[in-house]
């Protein structure tokens, strides 16, 4: 999930996401845009209703969206929103993910477990290592 407490999108990571999806590093499942009003309504927006200043084309995702989001979901982004701004919600697959694992299925490996680490652990980390004087 990306925030714009603005409500308006920046294009530049949008730019970057499609470059991923080019290069099959990562393939979109569904990509949501949820907003909270000033009035607390939270709610899916159709992409075309999104202020977006650095005209980006956003229809380049049109399809993307598969609803594998529910009501629930939409509820934790929008309480996560402050009101008038929106969020992006983009579930990935990881298409390197898929390729690895079949390369070590063929020599006869098995992925049994794969976890994912919080950004809040992977920058609480990143933290530690830059503070670690060199020897």
């Known amino acids: 999930m990306v925030s714009f407490p603005s409500g308006m999108t920046g294009g530049e990571g949008f730019d970057v996401l499609l470059e991923l999806v080019h290069a099959r590093v990562i393939h979109v499942l569904d990509l949501e845009f949820v907003a909270r009003s000033w ?6 927006v159709d992409r075309s209703s999104i202020s977006n200043p650095q ?29 008038g701004g ?11 993910a898929e390729r690895l694992t079949s390369a070590f299925d063929c020599s006869g490996g098995r992925v049994t477990r794969r976890n994912s680490v919080s950004v809040d652990d992977l920058s609480a980390a990143l933290d530690r290592a830059e503070s670690v004087e060199p020897e």
């Open 39 to 44: 009035d607390v309504a939270v709610g899916v």
């Open 55 to 83: 005209g980006i084309d956003l229809s380049v995702f049109d399809g993307s969206s598969c609803g594998l989001l529910d009501a629930d979901d939409v509820e934790t982004v929008g309480r996560s929103i402050e009101p």
């Open 86 to 96: 929106v969020a992006a919600v983009v579930v990935y697959e990881n298409v390197f």
